[in-house]
């Protein structure tokens, strides 16, 4: 069984940096996507990053794109979410995925394209 148990946010002033981590178990790491999605109050789950299993694709939203980072360790089967000058938008739960396929990439930034899913965890930036 797939596991996927973020942790990391909490509460950063405007400007700050958090780093959020997603630790992984219940079958091999390597060979999976893995992304990042958030969701605010009264608004659709919206994609954030991805990583290829590889590691050596990335994307990001455009709304995160130059202050986010996304990376993967093997060894720790744990991915990463570098969250850097953070805004007030940038408040919500934020959900650690990975896909079902292995070598899936196409539709990373969707949210169909995931099978697994963490708890969550709260983002919030004050201004």
């Known amino acids: 069984q797939v596991q996927l148990v973020e942790s990391g946010g909490g509460l950063v002033q405007a400007g700050g940096s958090l780093r959020l981590s997603c630790a992984a178990s219940g079958r091999t790491f390597s060979g999976y996507a893995m992304g990042w999605f958030r969701q605010a109050p009264g608004k659709e789950r919206e994609f954030v990053a991805a990583?290829?299993?590889?590691?050596?694709?990335?994307r990001y939203a455009d709304a995160v794109k130059d202050r986010f980072t996304i990376s993967r360790d093997y060894a720790k089967n744990t991915t990463y979410l570098q969250m850097n000058s953070l805004k007030p938008e940038d408040t919500a739960v934020y959900y650690c995925?990975?896909?079902?396929?292995?070598?899936?990439?196409?539709?990373?930034?969707?949210?169909?394209?995931?099978?697994?899913w963490g708890q969550g965890t709260q983002v919030t930036v004050s201004s």
């Open positions: 995925a990975t896909t079902g396929r292995v070598y899936y990439w196409k539709d990373c930034d969707k949210v169909g394209a995931y099978e697994y």
């Open positions: 990583i290829s299993w590889s590691g050596s694709s990335r």
